[in-house]
């Protein structure tokens, strides 16, 4: 795996062509499960994929699943949910960092960019929100991290590329005015 700073992975996306950009993975890592979304084609609008069970034990298989998303669903890279934290070391920031390097061991993902991006809160709205609904810890927690995914990779989006798009439609919207008058 290849980790990429935030400007650099959304400059590659900017300088693919619209048929070679492909979808991004949002991740939310955590110690029992791995909470997955997806872009659309256009990286514009993230959805929830599923939750992989994560074991030290699985991360082989983890892999296998990796390559198999990448694959099925033309993926060009991963977002990746970090806790950051000025003032100390997040125990869950090095659970990530942890997981990362595991994946990268296996081999199966070598060329595959990720970077990280601040997943802050992103667990605990999802939470607040399904909390009114009384669903089973089980089934609620398998939600939570899906729901934390989509949050980390819509953010993302939204930050990164779609802020691109706002202001590329403003100076459209300016050019146009500017010639008409």
Known sequence: MQYVKC??????????????????????????????????????IATPLSVL????????????????????????????GYPFDRRQRAPDAVQVKLFIDDLSKTGKLDGVKYTFWNECFTSKNADLLLKPLNLHPIVSKTIVDKFAAIQILQIFIFLVIGTRQTYLDYGKKNVKLETAG
């Open 53 to 80: 069970i994560r074991k030290k034990t699985n991360i082989d298989l983890m892999a296998s699943d990796f390559q198999i998303l990448i694959s099925e669903l033309s993926l060009v890279g991963f977002i990746v």
């Open 7 to 44: 400007v650099n992975f959304f400059q590659d996306l900017l300088k693919a062509k619209a048929l070679e950009r492909g979808r991004l993975l949002g991740l939310d890592v955590g110690d029992k499960y791995v909470g997955l979304a997806v872009s659309d084609l256009d990286n514009k």
